[in-house]
């Protein structure tokens, strides 16, 4: 059974590109959620998709935005990169929105 | 202001002996607690969970304690093994399930556990 899959592994990008991070669920979990995780804290919750649909979004600005698709694998998508996007991005899948989630190995993202 | 706190960022524990690693809350409203175990490069493992609605849970070498009055918990690893070393997270969800649901689940910063030989 393979676990939760993200790409790229690394990236770089400059302030005020965007960027696309790509996320593929374990197999049989239609529910997925991204974290952020900064240097030397915890992840915090960016948002969760159910069903290809938003189902809870944490304290992050509209520029954050995601999208679930029928094979519930998932993108999020960051517009207008600030310094202090720089961090690792986590992506969890779960069978159910109420299930533990199981996390990805992440996509280190540096915003120079 | 952080309503999940590991307070203490690394313990070093020698092989053989108890690890302790300790979490406390503000958020009166989470009632499910999980710790998560992380290796460099790699994304967090979850490794056990406990209900408010218990005050212990046990899994093989791990045991997780909930005090509810002091909004505490803590994580007990016995007997600690070289593999054990990695940064432990506690995580919080004010949904009643371990999935943290609409909300997500709410991090703490960490500990790095350091077994020693």
């Known amino acids: 059974e393979t676990g939760v899959t993200q790409s790229p592994t690394h990236l770089i990008k400059t302030r005020g590109q965007q960027v696309t991070l790509r996320c593929s669920s374990q197999?049989?979990?239609?529910?997925v959620s991204w974290y952020q995780q900064a240097l030397g804290q915890g992840p915090q919750f960016i948002f969760q998709?159910?069903?290809?649909?938003?189902?809870g979004r944490g304290n992050f600005p509209p520029r954050f935005s995601g999208l679930q698709f029928p094979n519930y694998s998932s993108e999020l998508n960051v517009n207008a990169l600030e310094l202090d996007d720089s961090a690792l991005y986590l992506c969890?899948?779960?069978?159910?929105?109420?299930?533990?989630?199981?996390f990805g190995p992440g996509t280190r993202l540096t915003v120079l | 202001d952080q309503q999940v706190k590991q307070n203490s960022p690394s313990l070093s524990v020698q092989e053989g002996r108890i690890s302790i690693l300790n979490c406390d809350y503000t958020?009166?409203?989470?009632?499910?607690f999980l710790w998560y175990k992380k290796y460099p490069a790699e994304g967090p493992t979850f490794l056990i969970s406990?209900?408010?609605?218990?005050d212990k849970n046990e899994d093989g070498r791990f045991t997780v304690f909930l005090n509810k009055s002091a909004k505490h918990l803590s994580l007990h690893i016995v007997p600690s093994q070289p593999g054990d070393s990695a940064v432990y997270f506690c995580?919080?969800?004010?949904?009643?399930?371990?999935?943290?649901?609409?909300?997500?689940?709410?991090f703490g910063k960490g500990t790095h556990l350091i077994i020693q030989p």
């Open positions: 995580a919080a969800s004010a949904n009643g399930v371990s999935g943290g649901g609409a909300d997500g689940l709410t």
């Open positions: 969890a899948s779960s069978p159910d929105r109420t299930d533990t989630q199981y």
């Open positions: 958020n009166s409203m989470f009632d499910y």
């Open positions: 406990i209900s408010s609605i218990k």
């Open positions: 197999s049989g979990h239609n529910t």
């Open positions: 998709y159910y069903r290809e649909e938003e189902n």
